[in-house]
């Protein structure tokens, strides 16, 4: 158990909708990641907030965006969903910032299919 | 961020150290190698990091070469649990976001 949440488990939804996934991270734990993982693939980072501003960015288009909240709690938002963004989806968090030697931990991840 | 490179897969009989090589020949001074695995449709599960010295805590036990271009995972007793895709990665640095970045990993299996 690392104590990171996430909520929903699966998820379906339909091409061009949006939709929300949400984490909540170990108590402390300041950073947040997001990352896509396709079916067969190593996960993909999104993007990472720390104290809820985004602090860095992988090759996602902007209709992926997040929130990071002060309860250690965060979102993942995607508008406009393409076929191709169905994946399993993880966030991880960590107690510090950046290139400090930190570990981060993994979530159990949302299965989102777009259908 | 330096590049990994990863056997796709290894076996490993059930009891008997599991030995999971990684090459990071363009790691730079700063860099951590950080070892990660993943069990089938779970998240990753941190397993250590180091920078320069050997490293070992309860899970296992990671094998840095002096010229840091290359490490070895050692897991000294694997058990049917241990199956999974273990990922090598390379992070930090300055101007990082410590994003880590996933490979295809190896994938290790424990055979009985």
């Known amino acids: 158990e690392t104590g990171v949440t996430q909520s929903p488990t699966h998820l379906i939804k339909t091409r061009g909708q949006q939709v929300t996934l949400r984490c909540s991270s170990q108590?402390?734990?300041?950073?947040v990641s997001w990352y896509q993982q396709a079916l067969g693939q190593g996960p993909q980072f999104i993007f990472q907030?720390?104290?809820?501003?985004?602090?860095g960015r992988g090759n996602f288009p902007p209709r992926f965006s997040g929130l990071q909240f002060p309860n250690y709690s965060s979102e993942l938002n995607v508008n406009a969903l393409e076929l191709d963004d169905s994946a399993l989806y993880l966030c991880a968090s960590s107690p510090g910032l950046a290139e400090s030697s930190y570990e981060q931990y993994f979530g159990p991840g949302t299965r989102l299919t777009v259908t | 961020d330096a590049k990994t490179t990863q056997p796709p897969s290894m076996d490993c009989a059930e009891g008997r150290a599991a030995n999971l090589p990684c090459n990071h020949s363009t790691i730079s001074g700063n860099e951590y190698v950080y070892w990660y695995r993943q069990i089938h449709s779970q998240g990753p599960q941190y397993i250590i990091h180091g920078l320069k010295n050997n490293e070992t805590n309860e899970m296992a036990s990671l094998i840095i070469t002096e010229d840091r271009k290359s490490s070895t995972l050692i897991l000294p007793h694997a058990t049917l649990r241990d199956t999974a895709v273990y990922y090598c990665i390379v992070r930090g640095g300055s101007g990082n976001t410590g994003k880590l970045i996933f490979g295809q990993g190896t994938t290790l299996q424990v055979k009985p």
């Open positions: 108590s402390g734990h300041n950073t």
């Open positions: 907030y720390y104290r809820e501003e985004e602090n």
